[in-house]
């Protein structure tokens, strides 16, 4: 694409200069909006705006009334329509004849006024789809994609700055294409190719709603058949042995920064391979029988990531940790927020208490360390406690479908035996509690033994002494 700005010829008859019109001549970037009639095919003209959009349009006389009419032919694209395309249409709308020319672009005027919104446009209606409360197979109202926020997200930072002001009708594959481009080389903040996928989906998500019957905005997604993507490396942080026990024991620490209850959370993860969305909400009413034999927690589906309940069978060291948390008979929230009573604690607390939390105005400055860096640990996030319990659990021999069923996934093989999806879904309700119960057992035992074992005092980066 030509990178030189052209000046726009001043007066009306430069605004309206005729030329040859050629690709390169679409690609220029121009100061203000400038029209360009192509000398070729008389009538045919490409208007340029100062952000780069070249549209081509026919300019003709409706013999009906006797007056001009101009019909919208599409936006240039350098590989789906091009100069010689615009010049292929406009021949064959002249063939046509002036009353069927004519109808034709009434009609278009018409379509054009039920699609000419712009993606912004789409994207607030979107938005407020996604977020319309249903009711729910629980039968509690909630929004008709629990995850809005994330999307919404996804089209405010991502998609809306880019492509906004453009219409959805008009925006290409190569619009899509550029701006992921764009994301992974890090033009929108830090390179991420995380970042390009969240985006991909959230446009796709966003197109196929607008083609849909009834809405009618485009008539088909631009974002198929993109280019791959680089693959994503997958975390793979285990916290080794001595990290669980200088972090185990850290987390007593009466000087460190972080209220009590984040940090029982932040062991209750460790040893539950719950997520973190899933225990911090854990309220009363979903604990049953800490004090009998089989001791367990009960996650309602609103608060899981694939929307099943889950029931999970509590080890001794969890109904330990759940009775320091509930210090009060009133107190209905395990993991109350130390801020705001009566609600339990942020979903992003577990996280800010590991890494710690920067300066608004500075965000090289540490505003309050982290545990990891107040014990002298390798960062990690609350995800890899999950991790790491699931590694421990498969050191001490258990299956992995059972590790599966405690993680909430679902086991796709069984004695090296596919089994198909629909049993699982439809059929089989069981909840595997007794080997998900020996599991978490193994783990909370393993973990005993690793935090009962004494290690030498090291010296933290910070200088603050541990102690085990």
């Not at 509690?140 to 996804?154: D, F, I």
Request: hydrophobic share 35%; with cysteine.
């Amino acid at each position: 694409m030509d990178s030189n700005i052209t000046p726009s010829p001043a007066g009306k008859r430069g605004r309206n200069s005729s030329v040859i019109l050629t690709d390169r001549t679409c690609e220029r970037r121009v100061a203000k909006r400038t029209k360009l009639y192509d000398r070729k095919c008389p009538g045919l003209y490409v208007s340029i705006t100062a952000a780069g959009v070249a549209t081509f349009s026919f300019k003709f006389t409706d013999r009906q009334t006797g007056k001009q009419r101009t019909g919208w032919l599409g936006a240039y694209n350098p590989e789906t329509f091009t100069v010689e395309d615009a010049r292929s249409k406009v021949y064959g709308l002249k063939a046509m004849g002036g009353e069927a020319l004519a109808e034709t672009f009434r009609d278009q005027k018409a379509t054009k006024a039920k699609r000419g919104k712009t993606v912004s446009e789409i994207i607030d209606e979107r938005i407020t789809w996604m977020k319309t409360p249903v009711k729910k197979p629980d039968g509690e109202m909630r929004p008709r994609l629990e995850s809005w926020e994330n999307t919404a997200s996804h089209l405010n930072r991502l998609i809306r700055p880019r492509l906004g002001k453009k219409l959805a009708m008009e925006v290409t594959k190569h619009d899509i294409a550029t701006l992921s481009n764009d994301i992974v080389a890090g033009r929108f903040g830090k390179p991420s190719v995380s970042n390009a996928r969240h985006m991909r989906k959230a446009a796709s998500g966003l197109f196929n709603w607008t083609a849909e019957a009834g809405r009618d905005y485009v008539t088909a997604s631009p974002c198929v058949n993109l280019p791959k993507l680089d693959p994503e490396h997958p975390r793979t942080r285990v916290l080794s042995e001595d990290e669980i026990r200088i972090f185990w024991h850290g987390l007593d620490r009466a000087d460190l920064p972080w209220d009590r209850r984040t940090r029982l959370a932040l062991k209750f993860e460790l040893v539950i391979m719950l997520r973190s969305r899933e225990l911090l909400g854990a309220h009363r009413d979903e604990l049953f029988d800490l004090d009998g034999e089989h001791p367990r927690f009960d996650v309602p589906l609103k608060r899981v990531k694939k929307r099943r309940m889950i029931q999970q069978p509590l080890s001794d060291l969890a109904v330990e940790i759940i009775k320091e948390a509930l210090t009060s008979e009133d107190q209905q929230y395990v993991f109350e927020s130390p801020m705001y009573r009566g609600q339990p604690i942020h979903r992003k607390a577990m996280a800010d208490a590991l890494r710690g939390t920067k300066h608004e105005m500075n965000k090289d400055k540490t505003k309050t360390a982290g545990i990891c860096a107040l014990l002298g640990l390798k960062p990690f996030t609350p995800h890899d406690l999950r991790r790491t319990a699931a590694t421990l659990a498969g050191d001490l021999g258990f299956d992995d479908a059972w590790i599966a069923k405690c993680l909430d996934h679902a086991a796709s093989k069984k004695a090296e035996v596919v089994v198909p999806t629909v049993t699982g879904k439809v059929y089989n309700h069981s909840k595997r509690m007794n080997e998900k119960r020996a599991v978490l057992d193994g783990v909370a035992a393993e973990l005993r033994r690793i935090v009962g074992r004494q290690t030498p005092t090291t010296q933290a980066e910070t200088g603050l002494r541990l102690f085990a």
